[in-house]
């Protein structure tokens, strides 16, 4: 089985820039499309982001749209979030999922694949 798995986070202040990535062990964005979900202290796991599929762009959550973008570089099977303006309520533990193409246009958590240990990004005003 493909695992994936996050680095990059760390503390950052307001305004702060941060890229995270996602390394999978396998070719596993071939069939698939890879995303990002999050984790505040005290809320639910929320959708970010999610790879475009053939002519569609990415889908972001309105909090980031703007702010985030998600990329791929399939020779490194490797998935990274960009992260420009950060804010303190970005505070979050980071994950990385995928999806099949198939399922393009879904955010909801049950449409994508294990969760991984996650990164955590830290953010203060």
């Known amino acids: 089985q493909v695992q994936l798995v996050e680095s990059g986070g760390g503390f950052v202040q307001a305004g702060d820039s941060v890229r995270l990535s996602c390394a999978a062990s396998g070719r596993i964005f071939d069939n698939s499309l890879p995303a990002w979900f999050r984790q505040a202290p005290g809320k639910e796991r929320e959708f970010v982001a999610v790879?475009?599929?053939?002519?569609?762009?990415?889908l972001y959550a309105d909090s980031v749209k703007g702010r985030f973008t998600i990329s791929r570089d399939d020779a490194k099977n490797t998935v990274y979030l960009q992260m420009n303006s950060l804010k303190a309520e970005d505070t979050a533990l980071y994950y990385c999922?995928?999806?099949?193409?198939?399922?393009?246009?879904?955010?909801?958590?049950?449409?994508?694949?294990?969760w991984g240990q996650g990164t955590q990004v830290t953010g203060s005003s």
């Open positions: 999922r995928t999806t099949p193409c198939s399922k393009f246009g879904s955010t909801a958590a049950r449409d994508f694949g294990p």
């Open positions: 790879e475009g599929w053939r002519d569609s762009s990415p």
